[in-house]
């Protein structure tokens, strides 16, 4: 049986290499940059008024209050260049500054004391001190041409999109989302929601569940089927999710050690390289890696529902992770808020909660009911703990490591939230 950390390298080195496409912008979002960005141009453009108010030369120092201009023109945004030889000039939010001023009145601080007939200034009187360089955007004070905005593995979010809509990006080089096969393996396992349900029968969770969770971990699901206990259907299965473009295969089930537990043979008849059977972790200890003599990773996850969440979160995810360019994940470090015993000698993974308390502070709240069949728990979970092999109990306040719900997930604080503590199940 292998340890976490040796299985998780044996899993990156068969990794393939991070594969990029150009896409539009407009779908961008949620990629991962394949490329160092930098900037072609300045941001802003030019030199902008911050606020809504008068453009004035200062002469590189000041206008005192009680000065008094007379308004030369009006610049308003999209206006194009525009000299001012003399007065001020009524300007907008955004407009640029006419050349030969040095500085924005907001509104609020200018007096009018003399408007024409269509009501706009004709004159006006300060009464605020007004310095040179007052509300102006320089030009390139947010962005300077040249300057590296975005490295390669980076996940293009709300604020990427806007900053290279800003910099006239149209398109975006970005890592080629990896193709990935779910397979669920159970004769006990129903599918189609609408069919009564027979003897000893139950429905397919795994199916959907890794379907949703993978396609959150900047994967593309190209086939998922559901077979049953029968080697020749599962490898039937597999042929036709790699005729589908699959470069990885995820299945649920039979990879115990039970007589009806197939999938290690049926991929061994078909010469695929057994990295790792069963790894030193609770739950999911049956889990299986392999690889395919035509290339495809091979996931063989157990079949009880949070076995099947931890093989995905803590063995697949780091391989997409890989396979788009990423970083290797660092977990967040916070302490435990109530004590936890486990099994020495073997790496747990618990449900919790990240806890904000009335002071600010943060903790890691482990939650109750862990076994590996229950789906209710998963629910209420938010995160994930880590508790080291060595450990037979951590106490309050030790810290420990967490983990969001997925890898591209963002992790969420819950106010004031209670935690069992006690004893882990020895789950599977």
């Given at each position: 049986?292998?340890?976490?950390?040796?299985?998780?390298?044996?899993?990156?080195?068969?990794?393939?290499?991070?594969?990029?496409?150009?896409?539009?912008?407009?779908?961008?979002?949620?990629?991962?940059?394949?490329?160092?960005?930098?900037?072609?141009?300045?941001?802003?453009?030019?030199?902008?008024?911050?606020?809504?108010?008068?453009?004035?030369?200062?002469?590189?120092?000041?206008?005192?209050?009680?000065?008094?201009?007379?308004?030369?023109?009006?610049?308003?945004?999209?206006?194009?260049?525009?000299?001012?030889?003399?007065?001020?000039?009524?300007?907008?939010?955004?407009?640029?500054?006419?050349?030969?001023?040095?500085?924005?009145?907001?509104?609020?601080?200018?007096?009018?004391?003399?408007?024409?007939?269509?009501?706009?200034?004709?004159?006006?009187?300060?009464?605020?001190d007004v310095a040179?360089?007052?509300?102006?955007?320089?030009?390139?004070?947010?962005?300077?041409?040249?300057?590296?905005?975005?490295?390669?593995?980076?996940?293009?979010?709300?604020?990427?999109?806007?900053?290279?809509?800003?910099?006239?990006?149209?398109?975006?080089?970005?890592?080629?989302?990896?193709?990935?096969?779910?397979?669920?393996?159970?004769?006990?396992?129903?599918?189609?929601?609408?069919?009564?349900?027979?003897?000893?029968?139950?429905?397919?969770?795994?199916?959907?569940?890794?379907?949703?969770?993978?396609?959150?971990?900047?994967?593309?699901?190209?086939?998922?089927?559901?077979?049953?206990?029968?080697?020749?259907?599962?490898?039937?299965?597999?042929?036709?999710?790699i005729a589908d473009?699959?470069?990885?295969?995820?299945?649920?089930?039979?990879?115990?050690?039970?007589?009806?537990?197939?999938?290690?043979?049926?991929?061994?008849?078909?010469?695929?390289?057994?990295?790792?059977?069963?790894?030193?972790?609770?739950?999911?200890?049956?889990?299986?890696?392999?690889?395919?003599?035509?290339?495809?990773?091979?996931?063989?996850?157990?079949?009880?529902?949070?076995?099947?969440?931890?093989g995905l979160r803590?063995?697949?995810?780091?391989?997409?992770?890989?396979?788009?360019?990423?970083?290797?994940?660092?977990?967040?470090?916070?302490?435990?808020?109530?004590?936890?015993?486990?099994?020495?000698?073997?790496?747990?993974?618990?449900?919790?909660?990240?806890?904000?308390?009335?002071?600010?502070?943060?903790?890691?709240?482990?939650?109750?009911?862990?076994?590996?069949?229950?789906?209710?728990?998963?629910?209420?979970?938010?995160?994930?703990?880590?508790?080291?092999?060595?450990?037979?109990?951590?106490?309050?306040?030790?810290?420990?490591?967490?983990?969001?719900?997925?890898?591209?997930?963002?992790?969420?604080?819950?106010?004031?939230?209670?935690?069992?503590?006690?004893?882990?199940?020895?789950?599977?």
């Amino acid at each position: 049986m292998i340890d976490y950390e040796a299985a998780l390298a044996a899993i990156l080195r068969q990794c393939r290499q991070p594969q990029s496409q150009s896409v539009p912008l407009a779908q961008a979002l949620s990629a991962v940059l394949a490329e160092n960005l930098r900037s072609g141009v300045c941001l802003p453009p030019f030199d902008n008024a911050a606020m809504d108010g008068f453009a004035l030369d200062t002469q590189g120092g000041r206008a005192e209050a009680g000065s008094e201009f007379a308004v030369a023109g009006v610049q308003v945004a999209g206006d194009g260049e525009v000299r001012a030889t003399a007065g001020a000039w009524e300007i907008t939010t955004g407009a640029r500054i006419p050349q030969g001023l040095d500085a924005v009145a907001p509104s609020e601080q200018v007096q009018a004391t003399a408007s024409g007939s269509d009501g706009h200034p004709q004159r006006i009187r300060l009464v605020a001190d007004v310095a040179a360089g007052s509300n102006i955007r320089r030009r390139g004070e947010d962005l300077a041409a040249g300057a590296e905005i975005m490295r390669a593995g980076q996940l293009l979010q709300a604020p990427q999109v806007m900053l290279l809509a800003a910099l006239g990006v149209s398109h975006a080089n970005v890592a080629r989302r990896p193709r990935v096969a779910i397979i669920v393996s159970g004769r006990e396992l129903v599918g189609d929601p609408a069919q009564a349900l027979g003897q000893g029968q139950i429905r397919d969770s795994n199916g959907p569940f890794l379907h949703a969770r993978l396609l959150a971990a900047g994967a593309d699901v190209v086939y998922r089927g559901m077979v049953a206990d029968d080697p020749a259907e599962f490898l039937s299965a597999v042929e036709q999710a790699i005729a589908d473009g699959a470069e990885m295969l995820v299945s649920s089930g039979a990879v115990s050690r039970g007589r009806h537990d197939f999938i290690p043979e049926a991929l061994r008849s078909r010469d695929a390289e057994i990295g790792f059977h069963k790894v030193n972790i609770r739950p999911g200890k049956p889990l299986l890696f392999a690889r395919l003599p035509t290339g495809q990773l091979c996931f063989g996850l157990p079949g009880n529902p949070v076995s099947a969440a931890v093989g995905l979160r803590f063995f697949v995810e780091p391989a997409l992770r890989a396979m788009l360019g990423m970083a290797p994940e660092r977990p967040l470090r916070l302490p435990l808020a109530t004590p936890c015993r486990k099994r020495p000698g073997i790496r747990s993974h618990l449900h919790a909660k990240i806890v904000c308390d009335a002071s600010g502070r943060l903790s890691a709240s482990v939650l109750p009911q862990q076994e590996s069949f229950r789906m209710m728990p998963m629910l209420a979970a938010d995160a994930w703990v880590v508790l080291p092999e060595p450990a037979s109990s951590v106490g309050q306040d030790e810290w420990v490591d967490v983990y969001g719900l997925g890898h591209l997930l963002p992790l969420q604080v819950t106010a004031g939230a209670q935690d069992a503590g006690g004893e882990i199940p020895d789950g599977r």
